[in-house]
């Protein structure tokens, strides 16, 4: 299965065909056969704006999970808050995706119930799901709560629910065969909409464009934030950094 929205839609047409109905992490149980889509936002905000669109010509609601504590993206960011916003009111789920190893804590509920207001600030709506970024074994074998929200790595998520991921562009299981294979009554499947574009990409191009992307944003930031940013570089400089000319 390559990462082309495409393999998605087939994803989609076979979950369907199977009789899984989608749900979310409130009422999947009122169905024999659901399954969960979430996407985790590790770098980048436009690209899972674009794949909630997706979802939705595809008649879809999702679950994305927002990291706050990144240095790849800002939350904050007027037009990043009016996209969040947005994806809420176009009927997807947003939660919180929380890196543990940001803070030196002990106890992560303080850090955890303040990254939640902030996020529902953000929204200008409640925030009920929590998902960490990269869980330590920890994390994943303690079954851990915390008021207010669901973690979507409790046991009832992640060992009761067949959990499927297409992390760092790898399927460790195939979902086409999970869902054909009718073993599995129950599916959460993690999509991370980096990976996916309208064809497929080779993962180090992704990558590398990722990078060198970057700079070309960091100049239209200068630009919008001190006089005259020609004098120091112009765009022409700029957009070879970027292109790497
Ligand atoms: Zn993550």
Known sequence: MDFSYSSYEKLISLLKQYNYSITDYNNYKKYEKSVILRHDIDFSIKDSYKFSLFEE????KSNYFVLL?????????????????????????IGLHFDTTAYDNTDLNKPIQSEKHILEEILEAPVNLIAFHRPAPTALANNLKFPGLINVYSKEFFHDCKY?????FFWRDNPYELITSQKYDRLQILTHAFCWAESDRCPAHVYKSFISQAS???????TEN???????????EARKLWLNK
């Open 57 to 60: 010509s595809l008649g879809i």
């Open 216 to 222: 070309w944003e960091r100049y239209k930031y200068l």
């Open 164 to 168: 499927c991921s297409d992390s760092r």
């Open 226 to 236: 001190i006089r005259n940013p020609e004098e120091f570089i112009s765009e022409e």
């Open 69 to 93: 504590s990144t240095g790849f993206y800002n939350p904050m960011e007027k037009r990043v808050r009016k996209m969040l916003r947005d994806m809420h009111n176009r009927g997807f789920t």
